[in-house]
C-alpha cells in the first residue's frame, strides 16, 4: 500500500480563499479529498475541485475526491441531519478509495 502523506490544509476563510495554500498541499501529496457539510452538487467545494484541477492538475496522482452533505436540505431534527451530513464512515470510505487509487 502507498504510504499515507498527511497534509490538512485548512484555509482561513473562502473570502478571499488562500488558494497557494492548497496548491502547495496538493503540490506535497499529489491527491486531495475535499470535506464539508454543504451539499456536494454546487457546494464550495466543487469550486476548489475545479480550481485544483485548472491549476494543479499535472501534480494530480488521483482524481480529487469529495465528501459532502447529501443534495438535500439538512433537517432540522438530529436523527434526520445524520443522515443528510457526512458521516465518519462516508470519510474513511473515501479516503480509503483515494489512497488505493
Given at each position: 500500500?502507498?504510504?499515507?502523506v498527511r497534509s490538512w490544509t485548512t484555509p482561513g476563510s473562502i473570502a478571499p480563499l488562500d ?22 452538487t454546487q457546494g464550495f467545494g466543487a469550486e476548489i475541485s475545479a480550481r485544483i484541477a485548472e ?47
Amino acid at each position: 500500500m502507498r504510504r499515507a502523506v498527511r497534509s490538512w490544509t485548512t484555509p482561513g476563510s473562502i473570502a478571499p480563499l488562500d488558494e497557494e495554500l492548497i496548491y502547495e498541499s496538493v503540490k506535497k501529496t499529489n491527491r486531495v479529498l475535499i470535506l464539508h457539510e454543504d451539499s456536494l452538487t454546487q457546494g464550495f467545494g466543487a469550486e476548489i475541485s475545479a480550481r485544483i484541477a485548472e491549476h494543479c492538475f499535472e501534480y494530480l496522482d488521483a482524481p480529487v475526491m469529495r465528501v459532502a452533505a447529501l443534495d438535500s436540505f439538512v433537517p432540522s431534527a438530529t436523527s434526520l441531519e445524520e443522515a443528510v451530513l457526512p458521516s465518519m464512515d462516508d470519510l474513511t470510505n473515501t479516503l480509503g478509495k483515494l489512497l488505493a487509487y
